[in-house]
């Protein structure tokens, strides 16, 4: 079937600017910090938009609703894409840091989605719950939260070629439902157990303390959690379409290195 449109060019300018609004699709930017020592830095090798490399009409409909993210010097999509800081397998403890990284502040407010890594108490270190949700909570505008669980190996995860990209997604995790709301009960006892309360006054009054309990357990019986205003969603990394020419990033809670 030939899929070619030879009209396009013939549209009506407004209507293929449209067009090319509705064709850019969402994407995980990853976030990964490549050093610690003396201060972390970080990299990302999400690759570019592909309508960026189109023609010279997508390019510029498509940098109208683009954000140019400092020092990575990477593309986001303050709307669409999802800003993804996976546990740092450069260092030993894990997410070291509360801090926001210093070349995300000017954007912050324009950023909606962010997602984390699970890590299980074996690992975990005493830090890294608070500055998890530290890095959540710099966002003032977070609209999705998601926590990427190890719990199934959905789709291909087979390593990529070398000299070949493979993007990363977030899908609904689809391993055995009892495994992912015990992983989330677990991650609300420690936001409890490790974090400020959200209102001393409710923690003296154990009445409300209690119906508080209950109404959380209610949130996240279809597997989200909340704790202070910050909701969590649960979601696995699957690898998705192959790209050419970019060094694949990985992402350390499917265990590469």
Sequence with gaps: MDEEFPFFPLLPAELRLQIWRLSLPPRVVLLSQSSSYPSP???SPTPPPILLSVCHESRMETLRSLVLLPSLNI?????????YHPRPSCSLLGYSSPSLPPFL????????KVAVDYVSSEIRR????YNKYSFLKSFPNLEEGYLVINTSRDGDDQRPERGRQREIELIDPRGDKSEIMGIMER???????ELPPPSPQEESEAVKV???EEEEKEKWVDGRIEYNGLELVPKAMVWGAVALGVRVGVC?????V
């Design 105 to 112: 502040h000017p954007v912050r407010e324009l950023i909606t």
């Design 210 to 212: 209690e119906e508080k």
């Design 252 to 256: 350390i809670s499917h265990g590469w």
């Design 41 to 43: 830095t970080y990299t």
């Design 75 to 83: 593309y986001f999509h303050p709307g669409l894409d999802v800003l």
């Design 126 to 129: 005493e830090w890294e719950v």
């Design 187 to 193: 991650v609300r006892e420690s936001f409890c157990y």
